[in-house]
């Protein structure tokens, strides 16, 4: 069973880093892309960055220059280390991960952790 969970949100002054973390099990995470996804209340949800399995990353406009995806493949954990907070990156945080199953049919499965509530105000 795939699991998915976050931790490391919280209140943070404008200006101020947090680092996320999103532990992962039930998959062969060195194989899998993981990408950080967040959603502000009344908004959509929206990829915010993606780390492929060989480490190449991408980000959303909005946050680059400020936020670091990484990941620890013998931790089978995905960071985002957020600096330069502003209040509009209030959100909550999910990681998400897409597994492809290949059988006499391709079929992708995706799966999203709990999320992390991040809040920026002073």
Sequence with gaps: QVQLVESGGGLVQPGGSLRLSCAASGIIFSRNAMDW??????????????????????????VKGRF?????????????????????????????????????????????GQGTQVTVSS
């Design 37 to 62: 996804y967040r959603q502000a209340p009344g908004q959509q949800r929206e990829l915010v960055a993606t780390i492929t399995s060989g480490g190449t990353t991408t980000y959303a406009d909005s």
């Design 68 to 112: 670091t995806i990484s990941r620890d493949n013998a931790k089978n954990t995905v960071y985002l280390q957020m600096n330069s907070l502003k209040p509009e990156d209030t959100a909550v945080y999910y990681c998400k991960t897409t597994t492809v199953v290949i059988g006499t049919t391709i079929s992708a499965y995706d799966y999203w």
